[in-house]
């Protein structure tokens, strides 16, 4: 019995329980423990030192809370078979295992035209064959093609576990105190309502809290300006890197798997043939290969891969209205003359962006509220919320960035 549950010491939580045979195996598989090594946050860390925590721990927490949750609604008298409690299980727990090196910041960069959770599907039907499909309920719950609509919702709706836990746990790693939300209340009020995932009423005022400080953490966290320059450094690295391997400039990464990826563009669509090429891969074949193209005879590349290492990153400007020409075109003159620069070359150097965030928006996203009457309203439709339709719309900002001379 000792085999079959093993408790994982989470400082979010606490202790985290796992006690299914078949959760521990996927837990131990090469495709699984990979998550280690890469960063839920990507370059958060140069601005909260404390954001060095991994994939693994992200998805072991929304495992945890996924567990929460089902015990939560089996005890409201929502019908859930022991199959569907396990499908939801690893539904959770494999749902981010299709990201790559440094997560969204390389996601267009490495494979093209391959989203994150196209690989991470990929990833369970492999799995799926390995342990004699035992996983098919967690696949059919994953891609909404499972009948218990509520069970899809719990992993990728606009109040799911997911989201709850990197929440919880980014406020905590970093320290900024406005991402705390008070994610067990809203468990605690957890409901299913003619087959959709519904809140109770009295959780109105914790769901308005989750909204908000998602907005916060946004803008506080995943899109602070100093984090935005360090990934598009690194975009920039990489997008260098490939144009001097299609002028047949020897440029070879530190790792065979990033090589491969880098050389062969061709494979961009053959993902699956590469699978196991694509899980060796993690953010230390892309900082080794960073490191050592600090050396590279390019100084384009040179410059860029230093200023990463170094943290002298991109000076970064947002402003509400897009950036005029002449102040683009004023910056790019600087360096080439600074770098005897081409007008091309200075685009890694100066370039302009768009960051988003929207808070919540109605057309495509639903958090519904049950009422004690049994009537049902979208969070911003509720009198007096504080989530109202002009919150629906998009933030966005413009931003520059350019090296500093």
Not at 127 to 145: P, S, V
């Amino acid at each position: 019995m000792s085999n079959t549950r093993k408790i994982i010491n989470d400082p979010v939580y606490g202790f985290i329980t796992i006690d299914h045979p078949l959760i521990l195996d996927i837990i131990a598989h090469p495709y699984y423990q990979r998550l280690r090594r890469i960063y839920q946050m990507a370059f958060a860390h140069l601005v909260y030192p404390g954001a060095v925590h991994s994939r693994l721990h992200h998805s072991l927490g929304a495992y945890h809370l996924m567990c929460n949750a089902l015990s939560e609604l089996k005890n409201k008298g929502v019908e859930i078979t022991r199959e569907e409690e396990l499908g939801a299980k690893i539904a959770i727990l494999l749902h981010d295992v299709g990201h790559g090196p440094y997560s969204h910041t390389l996601e267009k960069e490495l494979i093209n035209d391959v989203h994150h959770e196209a690989l991470s599907i990929l990833i369970m039907k492999v799995l799926n064959k390995k342990f004699n499909n035992q996983l098919q309920t967690a696949i059919d719950i994953f891609t909404n093609n499972y009948p218990k609509k509520f069970l899809y919702q719990l992993i990728a709706g606009q109040v799911d576990v997911d989201r709850m836990d990197y929440l919880t746990r980014d406020s905590f790693f970093t320290g900024v105190s406005e991402g705390v939300i008070g994610y067990d209340r809203i468990i605690k009020m957890l409901t299913v309502h003619n087959g959709q995932l519904m809140v109770e009423e009295k959780a109105i005022y914790s769901i308005e809290k989750f909204l908000v400080s998602r907005r916060l953490m946004y803008w506080q966290v995943y899109l602070h300006k100093t984090v935005l320059s360090a990934e598009m450094m690194l975009v920039k690295i990489i997008q260098r890197s490939k144009e001097l391997i299609a002028s047949g400039i020897k440029t070879e990464a530190a790792t065979p798997a990033l090589n491969y990826f880098l050389q062969n563009l061709s494979a961009d669509h053959k993902t699956e043939e590469h699978l196991d090429t694509f899980c060796s891969l993690d953010d230390f074949d892309v900082m080794a290969t960073v490191k050592n193209w600090i050396d590279h005879p390019d100084k384009i590349l040179s410059i860029l891969c230093r200023g990463l290492v170094d943290r002298k990153l991109y000076k970064v400007k947002l402003q509400v209205d897009e950036f005029e020409d002449s102040a683009v075109n004023k910056k790019k003159k600087e360096l080439m003359q600074r770098f005897a620069l081409s007008n091309e070359e200075a685009g890694y150097f100066v370039f302009t962006g768009e960051a988003i965030n929207t808070t919540y928006n109605p057309d495509d996203e639903r958090i519904n509220i049950l009422f004690k009457d049994g009537s049902v309203k979208d969070i911003s439709n509720v009198d007096n919320a504080l989530i109202h339709q002009h919150l629906s719309s998009p933030v966005k900002k413009q931003y520059i960035c350019y090296l500093r001379v």
